[in-house]
């Protein structure tokens, strides 16, 4: 966030499990004064995840518009990005495994992902998970998982105007310096 206190166009905000990232990111979309539009790609499949988006629902409370999209994330920015909201998209590695599960073309969804984040209409705040600093993964689809993930983040670091990785809460900002 700015000086200012304005929110860039597009902003990413990387970290680890339980680092704090998403909260991180809420309070930069509440900060901006703007209606805030929670956009979320993870899709409830057992209790566990269940729990974990009724949490995330509950911490964010009624003031934010939900809109849950975990494939055509593209579309739905081009959908819901307007001038006078900011929109938080949490996460795209969720996405990102969503479009792998569904045997989508993974470099074409990415690309259009980039494009749609280069016209959209207003602030972007996109979370996501760090998974590159781990040791290699054992198997074929974690290997290629994380190098989609590497690849994305890199792609999105490259237009994004702010950049933020977070670690035990505390957010570090990676761009600009």
């Given at each position: ?26 309070d ?48 739905a920015?081009?959908?819901?990005a ?6 938080l998209?949490?996460?795209?590695t ?24 280069d ?6 705040v ?7 600093q ?19 983040h ?24």
């Amino acid at each position: 966030m700015a000086a200012d206190g304005t929110l860039g166009a597009l902003t990413l905000v990387l970290g680890g499990a339980r680092s704090g990232k998403s909260g991180f990111a809420e309070d930069l979309v509440a900060q901006s004064g703007l209606v805030p539009v929670y956009l979320a790609t993870g899709q409830a499949g057992d209790e566990e995840m269940t729990a974990r988006i009724a949490r995330h629902r509950a911490r964010r409370g009624d003031e934010w518009t939900t809109v849950e999209e975990s494939i055509e994330l593209a579309a739905a920015l081009a959908r819901e990005a307007a001038p006078d909201r900011a929109v938080l998209v949490d996460c795209l590695t969720l996405w990102l495994s969503n479009v792998i599960a569904a045997g989508a073309d993974v470099d074409g969804a990415c690309a259009a992902l980039a494009a749609a984040l280069d016209r959209v209409e207003g602030p972007v705040v996109l979370v996501s998970n760090e998974v590159g600093q781990g040791i290699v993964p054992d198997n074929e689809l974690a290997r290629a998982f994380r190098d989609h993930a590497g690849l994305l983040h890199q792609a999105v670091a490259g237009i994004a105007d702010e950049v933020y990785f977070v670690t035990a809460g505390l957010a570090t900002r990676l761009k600009p310096r």
